[in-house]
């Protein structure tokens, strides 16, 4: 894209706001590597829900820069940006922060000349790595990596890349993000599956999209019988935004 090169040269990037650098500069380098229009979402908004008893309460919003997805149930990155007055790697705790929430294994951050990958699918060698701005990976690159991690075999992966039938509706990444570790366990062969989820936060529209197997499986949902400090949920990797998936081998 020579013109918006020429337009970004003559522009002193010092002098832009984290948003302007979102513009001119992040955005085009997505979308130079074949991520479209449906495939990334901005300022993502994110934020705990608190259990208390019956009482259930909304936290502090939070906004990812960018969402990346492979397919609008499969996200598979966070870029969180900053204005270019801070180095390239300054957004990458809150990368982390907000990929962890989210489930999802790459997490980038960017002051519009580069990006710092953190890739948790790595067994090996540093986690890290520098990638100039027109490095970013492609979206097929990216999902590789993500099956390679999650060793998602053929088969596998027509179901899980399967879309949601919601009628419409898409689910908050809570839900979606039980719904995704729910439809795992079930490809990978887990017969009998707990559910648990937070009361208020959607079991019924958190539980719709199993059906998109085509398998018969028991799941069970039940919101957990106690709450611990807010958390509401058993599971202590979910439990802090609102949901967990359990997986259980007991009788249901």
Known sequence: MPGNQTDQALVNKKDLSERDICTKFITPAIRDVKWSEMQFY?????????????????????????VLFYQRNLPLAIIEAKDNNHDVGAGMQQAIEYADTLD???????????????????????LERELGLHEFPTPKELWQRYKAWKDIQPDEEKIITQPYFLGGNLPRYYQQKAINRTIEAIVKG?????LVMATGTGKT???????????????????????????????????????????SRSTV
Request: glycine share 16%.
């Open 104 to 126: 999802i294994p790459f997490a980038y951050s960017s002051n519009g000349d580069g990006f710092i990958e953190h890739d948790r699918t790595k067994t090996e060698g540093p």
């Open 190 to 194: 887990q017969n009998r599956i707990l």
């Open 205 to 247: 529209h958190g539980g719709g999209p199993l059906g998109v197997t085509g398998v018969v499986i028991p799941v069970v949902m039940a919101a957990p019988a106690t709450a611990d400090k807010g958390s509401g949920a058993r599971l202590r990797a979910g439990s802090a935004r609102g949901m967990a998936c359990r997986q």
């Open 42 to 66: 901005e300022e993502f908004t994110l934020g705990k829900i608190h259990v208390r008893g019956k009482s259930v309460g909304r936290g502090k919003r939070k906004r990812a820069d960018y």
